[in-house]
Structure formats: C-alpha cells, structure tokens
C-alpha cells in the first residue's frame, strides 16, 4: 500500500499531471464547496521543488477561475430572486460594505470562510465583472507566495531549488 501511495505523488508531481491537478483542485476550492488548495499546492512544491513559480501561477489561474465561478454564481443567483421576490432588496452592512468598496473588496477573496462567499456577493450585486476577477487574481496570487512561500523557508533544510 505504501509502495502504490509513494507511486502516485510521484506521478502527480510530475509537471505534467501536478500542474494540472493543482489548477483543478484550485478551481474548485474558490468555488463554494469547503476545499483547502494549499496543502496540494505545497505538496507538489515539496515532491518537486523546481515547480514554485510554475505551481504559484497555475495555483492562482485557478482559484481566480474558481472566485469567477461564484461570481456568476451570486449573479444568476440574484436574478433568480428578483424574478422569484419582485421585491425591494435590503442591504445588510456587509452588503453595504462591499457595495461601497467595490471591486478592491475581492483582494480579499482568498480569506478562508468569508473569501468564496464575497465573490458570490460581488456578482449578487453586479459590480463590474473585470475588475473583480482582476482583484480576486491580485489577492489569490499573495495568498499563495505567502503560504507556500512561508513553508518554504521555514523548513529551509528540506527545499532545494
């Protein structure tokens, strides 16, 4: 068993699978199902430390993909309910919060809990759609050279690039 485990995170640190597995795992983690891609983002960093920048990019390109998801989520979501509600929408102050920030609101897309939701929210009140993926790209970019950055020099010993 343990021969077929170390088999396949071989295989998946491949470039040609890791990368992928990355974009697809972070994709679906920025959507709004609980998912964390961290861990498979240092992981394939850890089996082939050659592939940091290249995992940090395709890592971002895909949860940015996934925040776009719930954006247009959280905007057929809205439109599902004003033909359902015909009602007047009142706002919370969250919701005024972020209608006030706008777009620069979705740097904080990458948070864990509340970051999903708010791209959810940013399609639900129809902010401008370029501006929020280009944010949304901006904070998830951070986040990732942050975190698996961070592991990367804090266990310099195991790392050689």
Same mark, same amino acid.
């Given at each position: 068993m343990e021969a077929w485990l170390q088999s396949l995170l071989a295989a998946l640190a491949l470039p040609q699978y890791g990368l992928l597995t990355v974009f697809v795992v972070s994709t679906i983690s920025a959507t709004l199902l609980p998912m964390a891609? /961290?861990?498979a983002v240092y992981g394939l960093v850890k089996l082939n430390p050659a592939l940091f920048w290249p995992a940090i990019l395709v890592a971002t390109a895909g949860n940015t993909l996934g925040g776009a998801i719930s954006y247009w989520m959280g905007l057929g979501a809205e439109a599902a309910y004003e033909k359902i509600a015909h009602a007047e929408r009142h706002d919370a102050r969250a919701l005024a919060w972020l209608r006030h920030w706008g777009p620069p609101a979705c740097l904080l897309a &990458?948070?864990? /809990? %509340? !970051?999903?939701?708010l791209c959810a929210v940013a399609g639900w009140l129809r902010l401008p759609f &370029?501006?929020? %993926? =280009? *944010? =949304?790209?901006? !904070?998830? @970019?951070?986040? *990732?050279? @942050? *975190?698996v950055g961070g592991l990367y020099w804090a266990a310099p010993g195991a790392w050689r690039l």
């Open positions: 891609s /961290v861990p &990458w948070l864990p /809990v %509340v !970051g999903d939701p &370029w501006p929020c %993926v =280009m *944010y =949304m790209a901006i !904070g998830k @970019f951070l986040r *990732y050279v @942050f *975190y």
